[in-house]
């Protein structure tokens, strides 16, 4: 390459390449210099934004080494690589995973100590990185982490958001919106205003035979937009490893922005296009599990895929190898539909650029494509309107159509007596207008297609994507179950917990192999480990006391059971079977004698989670939750025996507050909806029980840690269809206790009745889909067997240690590795730099 510095100049270089440092002081010479000379500013100036911007910015010196280094390696190793398309990653703040993965914490710690600051506060200094809505942006994240630590070659490309998910305030019991601007000051992302990639958009297809005779096809004329590549480094636990994270940044092309109308004055409308331009990467949608089907969103979809695929194939024409080996060095997995269209782009790429004949252009697209589904839901399933990609993308939807033709065609030969089969498994939907079926051109379009937990795993062979598992067989749908990285999820969020689990293994090395938690058994009888495990809960749930202090004003007190259900609110996941539950309880409590009350195990019940802004009826739940408080946290009949808080603004930092402090939480979605859920794992392993309901993932956790140690409830996956139907067909009893909350909200208890009637009624007079009356009774005895296992708090305690000692399946370094075998058929790439020890907290 012409850019590598000639041999004799070498030396010269290598005498001063950076090493970033690697002890205390060499730390605080760094933390020091990056704020009087990055940041400008002095010790007589220094506050804890600047003390944190000061140590992210020497961290990140030293994480760059790393990074480039690995990136090094992985080009010059020349094997196969991993590329996980995302639109979302919530990665949550980076300075303190930073720390741990580099493996000077301590160095830090101490260094800042005598600086004049604490850690804690430094870290908490960091804005959160929240490119995602819930779960699925949270699951990327995890991936990154652990395909990181395990050594695997993998690239993330995302977009770079300006604006990720909004701000929740709470105003008078309602959500607000704030924008989220979180760009100020971001030093983990290194911007390359050289990698760029033009993206087309609109246009028209020109197809025509050239001078020798052959078939021409060509996209042209439209818009042209940029893509800026910002790169993010992904660190591993325990090893050299730092892969990349590419955000795409929208902005005007160069070539576009049009000198002339400066020149005529039209100096307003060239920047008025550069605008257009970058509002394409400028907001994360916010809807969780639901599809709205906007124009912009296609836009960002098609401006992310382009701009990867060409990046990835730049890199794929290095190693000059021929087009077949594509799938051989790539493998692309689709994080949800969200990615569909690199499908279309490479099937271009390979046809109308590189002139490769249709059927062995196809090949190579099918052999390099995973694509994992994370949604039954069919308000969540994407379909995009023919006539919106026929504009915005000409060719791509003449390629759809062919795709489908040769697909159909296929289905045709095989099944010539199914004619229905056809019109049902079409990627095109014959609606009013005409939609492109994005999950079936995702299926057509891959290797291998997987279900995120076991029971969505078989309900989606089973339902959704019945046909196709005729079509294929079997084979080509898989399960890999979620999991969640213990890094951050257990070792930063619970730091005391971690720690007293290495006293009692010997090591940190559970934090690399989950399995190793078992050993843990050995020890639920040993009085004083049993002690030390809950007076570590105690104190997370003052911690967390504290944060409901500030952020809300009100006092709860930590002896209570702590019950949580933190999550999107969303009606599936079942917010109102929660709050109707505390509103019998509060009903309860009325009607309870003084000794009676004396009896009961105090609670707090605490809510947490953003409504999608357009979300009316998540937004209602909100507003009961807030309005319930009020009223019950004010009743001096009641007193500590029933707390009910709603925390503000969910996010990722706060989950790391909230989780290890919960008693129980709540998992309580009607069966057969929540694909996975992946909280339930973070709750348990950080010692909380959980009450659930027979879905996704609690499945397997209960299979894990044992039933006697999960609350389960409600009804059955198979049995959901029969209830529907009989609420409209049969004779819909109400459950009478159900009735009763519903009389209370109807009397004005927690103001208005009007402001809830939608919530009611979607249950008395609109079918109840999600079953919240035919699950209450269940709920609610269930929530009392909890009063009672509470009460003694020694079994309490055993079932915590247990159900902890057995979590190790679900750390995402077990499920990454299932990807890599059954779906990538990659092997990681050993980093000799790991004999290198790391001290690792
Ligand atoms: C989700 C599922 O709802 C959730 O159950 C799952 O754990 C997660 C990760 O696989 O994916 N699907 C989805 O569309 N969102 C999710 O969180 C937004």
């Given at each position: 390459v012409e850019s590598s510095i000639p041999e004799p100049q070498r030396e010269a270089w290598k005498k001063y390449s950076a090493t970033g440092f690697k002890s205390k002081d060499d730390f605080q010479k760094e933390t020091v210099r990056h704020i009087e000379t990055t940041l400008a500013r002095s010790l007589f100036n220094c506050d804890e934004k600047a003390a944190y911007s000061g140590t992210a910015l020497a961290f990140r010196d030293r994480l760059i080494i790393d990074w480039n280094k690995t990136q090094q390696r992985q080009t010059f190793a020349d094997q196969k690589r991993i590329y996980y398309l995302s639109l979302?990653?919530?990665?949550?703040?980076a300075l303190d995973n930073a720390m741990l993965n580099v493996g000077l914490k301590t160095a830090a710690k101490e260094g800042l100590g005598e600086l004049g600051f604490r850690i804690e506060d430094v870290i908490q200094q960091e804005h959160d990185a929240a490119l995602g809505n819930g779960g699925l942006g949270r699951l990327a994240a995890c991936f990154l982490d652990s395909l990181a630590s395990l050594n695997y070659a993998a690239w993330g490309y995302g977009l770079r958001y300006r604006y990720g998910i909004f701000k929740q305030e709470i105003e008078n019991g309602y959500q607000v919106e704030i924008p989220?601007?979180?760009?100020?000051?971001?030093?983990w992302e290194f911007p390359r205003n050289d990698v760029t990639i033009d993206v087309q958009f609109y246009g028209w297809v020109n197809k025509y035979t050239d001078d020798e005779g052959k078939q021409i096809t060509s996209w042209q004329d439209g818009e042209i937009v940029t893509a800026v590549a910002y790169d993010v480094p992904i660190p591993g636990y325990g090893t050299a490893t730092v892969n990349n994270l590419r955000l795409w940044s929208s902005k005007a092309s160069a070539g576009e922005f049009d000198f002339a109308k400066f020149n005529s004055g039209e100096y307003e409308n060239a920047v008025a296009d550069e605008q257009r331009a970058e509002t394409?990467?400028?907001?994360?949608?916010?809807?969780?599990?639901?599809?709205?089907?906007?124009e912009l969103r296609l836009k960002q979809q098609y401006f992310w895929c382009a701009a990867s695929l060409h990046d990835i194939i730049r890199r794929f024409k290095k190693s000059k190898r021929p087009w077949k080996d594509f799938p051989e060095q790539v493998a692309i997995q689709l994080n949800?539909?969200?990615?569909?269209l690199a499908i279309v782009e490479l099937q271009r790429i390979l046809v109308d650029l590189e002139g490769i004949e249709w059927n062995a252009a196809w090949e190579i697209v099918t052999k390099t494509f995973g694509y994992t589904n994370h949604t039954v839901l069919p308000e969540a399933l994407e379909k995009w309107s023919v006539p919106l990609i026929q504009h915005l993308l000409p060719r791509h939807l003449q390629i759809i159509y062919d795709i489908n033709l040769y697909f159909l065609q296929q289905v045709e030969r095989r099944f010539p007596k199914d004619r229905d089969m056809l019109g049902r498994v079409?990627?095109?939907?014959?609606s009013q207008p005409k939609t492109v079926r994005m999950a079936y051109l995702a299926i057509i379009g891959s290797h291998k297609v997987n279900g995120v937990a076991e029971l969505h795993s078989d309900l989606i062979k089973t339902t959704i994507f019945k046909d196709f598992v005729k079509i294929y067989g079997p084979d080509k749908f898989t399960n890999v179950t979620n999991g969640i990285t213990p890094r951050r999820w257990l070792h930063q969020a619970n730091p005391r917990l971690s720690e007293l689990i290495a006293s009692k293994l010997g090591s940190y090395e559970f934090l690399k192999d989950l399995t190793l938690l078992n050993k843990l058994e050995n020890f639920v009888d040993d009085k004083d480990f049993k002690k030390e495990w809950a007076e570590i809960k105690y104190a997370n749930k003052v911690r967390l006391a504290q944060h409901i202090l500030s952020a809300t004003g009100i006092s709860v007190n930590p002896k209570a059971l702590f019950d949580v259900q933190v999550k999107r609110i969303h009606e599936y996941k079942r917010q109102q079977l929660n709050i109707f539950g505390v509103i019998h309880r509060y009903l309860a409590i009325k009607n309870m004698s003084a000794e009676e009350r004396k009896k009961l195990a105090p609670r707090v019940s605490i809510f947490g989670g953003k409504a999608a802004p357009g979300y009316w009826m998540a937004k209602t739940i909100i507003h009961l939750v807030n309005k319930v408080g009020d009223v019950v946290n004010n009743d001096k009949d009641v007193g500590d025996l029933l707390k009910v808080v709603f925390i503000p603004d969910y996010n990722v930092s706060k989950a790391e507050i909230i989780i290890p402090a919960s008693d129980i939480s709540e998992h309580i979605s009607t069966a057969g909806t929540e694909a996975s859920g992946t909280s339930n794992m973070k709750f348990v392993l950080n010692g909380g029980l959980v009450i659930g309901t027979l879905d996704g993932a609690n499945i397997e956790i209960t299979r894990e840690i044992g039933e006697q140690n999960v609350f389960l409830f409600g009804n059955l996956s198979e049995d959901v269809e029969d209830l529907r139907h009989n609420h409209f067909y049969g004779n819909h009893q109400i459950d009478p206790e159900l009735n009763k909350v519903f009389d209370e909200i109807k009397k004005g208890t927690f103001g208005d009745e009007g402001a809830f009637s939608s919530l009611v009624s979607a249950i008395l007079d609109h079918g109840d889909y999600y079953l919240v009356s035919d699950d209450f009774n269940s709920y609610c005895k269930t929530q009392d067997l909890i009063d009672e296992t509470y009460k003694n708090q020694d079994e309490w305690v055993s079932k915590s240690i247990t159900s902890v000692a057995r979590m190790g399946f679900f750390t995402s370094d077990r499920c990454i590795n299932e990807y890599a075998d059954s779906i990538w058929n990659i092997e990681p790439l050993q980093v000799k730099e790991e004999a290198e020890v790391r001290s690792r907290t």
């Open positions: 979302e990653f919530l990665m949550g703040r989220d601007y979180w760009l100020d000051f971001n030093p394409i990467s400028a907001v994360l949608y916010p809807n969780d599990n639901m599809d709205r089907g906007k949800d539909t969200h990615p569909t079409s990627i095109i939907e014959e």
